[in-house]
Nanobody, 126 residues
């Protein structure tokens, strides 16, 4: 089982930036893909971005392309999400997730992932 812990959320103004981190740990560490999802109040959890653990290949949902950048540090088992040009519609709880399968799609669902963090709140004020 993999444990995931997110950090870096907070309150930022429209147009601002934040960088989220997701630290992975645990036995049987066999991650192939990590991802960011987000969930706003009253809405379903939606895919944001994913990165393959070995090659660092990334995919993004259309609404964040050009604004968000996902990266990872394999040595420290940390995934990052640099979020620039933030908008009020980006306000959500952001969750990181890990899977033991390599995915290259930008149409991933929560059910594709085995492990989840507790989430970190991102609030963008107008």
């Amino acid at each position: 089982q993999v444990q995931l812990v997110e950090s870096g959320g907070g309150l930022v103004q429209d147009g601002g930036s934040l960088k989220l981190s997701c630290a992975a740990s645990g036995r049987n560490f066999n991650i192939r893909t990590m991802a960011w999802f987000r969930q706003a109040p009253g809405k379903e959890r939606e895919f944001v971005s994913a990165i393959t653990w070995s090659s660092g290949r990334t995919v993004y949902t259309d609404s964040v392309k050009g604004r968000f950048t996902s990266s990872r540090d394999n040595a420290q088992n940390i995934m990052y999400l640099q979020m620039n040009s933030l908008k009020p519609v980006d306000t959500s709880v952001y969750y990181c997730a890990a899977a033991r399968i390599t995915y290259y799609s930008n149409n991933l669902l929560p059910g594709n992932f085995d492990s989840w963090g507790q989430g970190t709140q991102v609030t963008v004020s107008s």
